[in-house]
């Protein structure tokens, strides 16, 4: 049984990652050019996202994520995470 609902959590973790990996892609689409006034510029600026490779001790298995650096003058740098799969 316990199996079971680690299984479904897993997945229903992995759902939720996917969504939230989808609109991070989408807001990506939507930010301001260097060349734009629109709202929002000067504020939020990221790299294109990379994948990284994780082992997990946990499930003891490998598993990717995408991640990005991102700066806002509030917060300096910071890692933004995406979406994650399991090897």
Sequence with gaps: MRRVVLVLAVAAIM????V???LSASAQDQQATPG???PGQGQ???VPWT???FYSSYAQRWY???WRW???PAQGWYQDWGSWGWA
């Design 15 to 18: 759902a939720m990652m996917t």
């Design 20 to 22: 939230i990996g989808g």
């Design 36 to 38: 734009d006034q629109g």
């Design 44 to 46: 939020e600026q990221c």
């Design 51 to 53: 994948w990284d490779w």
């Design 64 to 66: 990717w994520e995408w």
């Design 70 to 72: 991102c700066w806002t």
